[in-house]
């Protein structure tokens, strides 16, 4: 899809990363409009300043780090995110802070409590298995963050989802 509108537009790219392509050339402010509309069209946004495009790269480190890997680091998250982005953790976080409003620690908790829900609704694992899984240092620990975030409890939190759920041979 930004392959198409780059090359529809005859802008010169080279593809970095995921969700970051590189522009060698400088774009009239005609092109560079051209391009952020069209690509807003297709629910995208074109990031051309550093700050925006670094808060994007430490939100991504963190969704990945929490949300698709199956065992979060070792390492305090502080040392992870720098050597991923490879910057002084005191930098990235008072950039986060400034652009988005909230700490990088809170943006971490939001979505370790986020990912707490899906597995809580994929009904696999026990809420000490997820805490253990999200490495939390007790199931007190994430009740206390998860009811701070949500306003629930984690079990009453499940209920509702279980309660939502249809079984197939009632539709």
Do not use: C, W
């Amino acid at each position: 899809m930004v392959k198409a509108e780059l090359e529809k537009l005859k802008i010169n790219y080279t593809i970095i990363d995921l969700g970051v392509v590189n522009i060698p050339d400088i774009l009239s402010v005609e092109k560079r409009q051209t391009l952020k509309a069209n690509l807003l069209v297709s629910g995208l946004e074109l990031l051309d300043d550093n700050k925006s495009i670094l808060i994007e790269r430490i939100k991504n480190v963190i969704v990945d780090m929490v949300h698709y890997t199956d065992e979060l680091p070792s390492i305090n998250y502080s040392e992870f995110i720098s050597e991923k982005l490879g910057y002084d953790y005191t930098y990235l976080a008072n950039i986060f802070s400034e652009v988005t409003g909230i700490t990088i620690q809170q943006f971490i908790i939001i979505n370790r409590v986020e990912r707490a829900k899906e597995l809580l609704l994929y009904n696999e694992l026990s809420l000490t298995e997820i805490s253990y899984k999200l490495n939390y240092s007790s199931v007190a620990h994430l009740s206390a963050q998860f009811k701070k975030v949500t306003g629930l409890t984690p079990s009453f939190f499940k209920k509702i989802g279980q309660m939502k759920r249809i079984p197939l041979e009632n539709v």
